[in-house]
């Protein structure tokens, strides 16, 4: 008898499902800190396509956390994550001095 599997939920199904705050991503088996989903919502056609690989990482488990709810991310590189949160930081650090570019 052919086992079924249960297809893995994508970072970006949870994200279009939830409308938690204070989600946080970590890697299954490097610290990275926790990494704030908030930047995600603001990303246009060309962010999703330049993130894909976050996008569509596989959610291995989620669980409350210290700061809010962690998502545990599999399949994707520690060293992806850590440029994702200084991209985001980049961009919150360049709206905090010219304003608002929420599109």
Do not use: W
Not at 6 to 11: D, G, S, V
Not at 29 to 49: A, H, M, P, Q
Not at 83 to 99: H, K, L, Q, S
């Amino acid at each position: 008898m052919k086992e079924e599997s249960t297809p893995k939920l994508k970072l970006q199904d949870l994200l279009t499902l939830s409308n938690m705050e204070h989600i946080y991503l970590v890697h299954d088996t490097v610290d990275v800190g926790f990494i704030s989903t908030s930047y995600t919502k603001l990303l246009t056609e060309k962010g999703r396509e330049e993130h894909k690989e976050l996008l569509h990482a596989s959610v291995k488990e989620i669980c409350k956390g210290a700061y809010g709810v962690e998502v545990v991310l599999e399949n994707i590189d520690a060293e992806y994550l850590l440029n994702f949160d200084a991209a985001a930081a980049a961009f919150r650090e360049t709206e905090f001095e010219i304003g608002d570019m929420t599109p």
